[in-house]
T-cell receptor, first 115, second 112 residues
């Protein structure tokens, strides 16, 4: 099993450009999450999904959109990138079957720089 | 004020030392507490979790929760250079989405 994979690993964008980050998991997990990690800020939740076709806002959703068309994929979109969106983005997934203490499995991250 | 406060460090200790990492929180709705370890340029991985006050031990690691003081700790005994990483505390309430609130992380360096 590959676990959680993220595409791309690195990306440089110019202000105003758009892009989509792809997260894929092969563990048949229902729940998926997108976080961003900035120095001194820890991980902050952007959007999450508790099932195929459902999404919800997290702590810092502005400037991002998401879609969960397939259970195994969770896409994060930036419609018009801004320098404030320079960050490392992590995707995570988990299953609700054993309760809230079931681990969230994280992907390796995408390093995004917006010039 | 952040819901979860964590000293960013860095914390530098000699090999074999006992390490104490701590977080405080303000939201009394938090019921579940976790510690994640993150190596440089990697994703976080779950190290330990607990949902009650008291201690939980796993090998060289002990997680401690004091809900009355809203304070959690992670102790590492006989620290090794391989323990050098960033340690993130995370918390969750009864929300069925299992959303986690993370501390900012403490960077630990264990010197050989």
């Amino acid at each position: 099993n590959a676990g959680v994979t993220q595409t791309p690993k690195f990306r440089v964008l110019k202000t105003g450009q758009s892009m989509t980050l792809l997260c894929a998991q092969d563990m048949n997990h229902e729940y998926m999450y997108w976080y961003r990690q900035d120095p001194g800020m820890g991980l902050r939740l952007i959007h999450y999904s508790v099932g195929e076709g459902t999404t919800a806002k997290g702590e810092v959703p502005d400037g991002y959109n998401v879609s969960r068309l397939k259970k195994q994929n969770f896409l994060l979109g930036l419609e018009s990138a801004a320098p404030s969106q320079t960050s490392v983005y992590f995707c995570a997934s988990t299953t609700p079957k054993t309760g809230p203490l079931d681990t969230q499995y994280f992907g390796p991250g995408t390093r995004l720089t917006v010039l | 004020q952040k819901e979860v406060e964590q000293d960013p460090g860095p914390l530098s200790v000699p090999e074999g030392a006992i390490v104490s990492l701590n977080c405080t929180y303000s939201n009394s709705a938090f019921q579940y507490f976790m510690w994640y370890r993150q190596y440089s340029r990697k994703g976080p991985e779950l190290l330990m979790y607990t949902y009650s006050s008291g201690n939980k031990e796993d090998g060289r690691f002990t997680a401690q929760v004091d809900k009355s003081s809203k304070y959690i700790s992670l102790f590492i005994r006989d620290s090794q250079p391989s323990d050098s990483a960033t340690y993130l505390c995370a918390m969750s309430g009864m929300d069925s989405s299992y959303k986690l609130i993370f501390g900012s992380g403490t960077r630990l360096l264990v010197r050989p």
